[in-house]
Nanobody, 128 residues
Framework: QVQLVESGGGLVQAGGSLRLSCAAS????????VGWFRQAPGKEREFVAA????????YYADSVKGRFTISRDNAKNTVYLQMNNLGPEDTAVYYC?????????????????????WGQGTQVTVSS
């Protein structure tokens, strides 16, 4: 089992950048696949980005492709989400989620059901 703690959220002006971090407990974090999801007020949770255990394969929602970058540092048990050129539409609570590589199905990386463990979330607010 792994515990996830997100950080790095905040208030930023449109066009600005933020880097979110997802710190994980446990010594086997390198065997976990990780995703970022977000939920805006009154909307359903949506997929943002995902990364496989090695960091070689990354996946993005069309709405963030070219603006967001997911990466990981397994030595630090941390996954990052670099967010550039932010807009008001990116305002949401951002959640980090993870699953063991054996549980995660690459074909369904965008589904919340592929992730067993979830963090508490971090608020990102983008002002226009």
């Amino acid at each position: 089992q792994v515990q996830l703690v997100e950080s790095g959220g905040g208030l930023v002006q449109a066009g600005g950048s933020l880097r979110l971090s997802c710190a994980a407990s446990g010594r086997t974090f390198s065997t976990y696949c990780v995703g970022w999801f977000r939920q805006a007020p009154g909307k359903e949770r949506e997929f943002v980005a995902a990364i496989n255990r090695s960091g070689i394969n990354t996946y993005y929602a069309d709405s963030v492709k070219g603006r967001f970058t997911i990466s990981r540092d397994n030595a630090k048990n941390t996954v990052y989400l670099q967010m550039n050129n932010l807009g008001p539409e990116d305002t949401a609570v951002y959640y980090c989620a993870a699953s063991e590589d054996s549980y995660w199905r690459r074909a369904y990386y965008y589904r919340g059901s592929e992730y067993k463990y979830w963090g508490q979330g971090t608020q990102v607010t983008v002002s226009s």
